[in-house]
């Protein structure tokens, strides 16, 4: 069974920084497209980021410059750094592991506000 777990979000001032994990099990980590998601209070599910199997990445136009995602197919880990933060980055952020089938995470709240 696939497993996708998050670390925890949390508070973070404007202009701050926050780095996520996803760590996934049950699945061949290399193979997967790993990808991060948003959802704020009232709005659709929207993508951020995605890095694939050979390391290519492409992000939203709201988060480029500012959030990098990676992975460490050693530790079956993606990441999300996520810098110079915003009020309106602030959402439950989702993971994706996606090769054969899609697999999510179960979110994590992340709060930017002085």
């Known amino acids: 069974q696939v497993q996708l777990v998050e670390s925890a979000g949390g508070l973070v001032q404007p202009g701050g920084s926050l780095r996520l994990s996803c760590v996934v099990s049950g699945s061949i980590f290399s193979r997967n497209v790993m990808s991060w998601y948003r959802q704020a209070p009232g709005k659709a599910r929207e993508f951020v980021a995605r890095?694939?199997?050979?390391?290519?990445?492409s992000y939203a136009d709201s988060v480029k410059g500012r959030f990098t995602i990676s992975r460490d197919n050693a530790k079956n880990t993606a990441y999300l750094q996520m810098n110079s933060l915003k009020p309106e980055d602030t959402a439950v952020y989702y993971c994706?592991?996606?090769?054969?089938?899609?697999?999510w995470g179960q979110g994590t709240q992340v709060t930017v506000s002085s």
């Open positions: 890095i694939g199997s050979a390391g290519s990445t």
């Open positions: 994706n592991a996606q090769y054969t089938n899609a697999y």
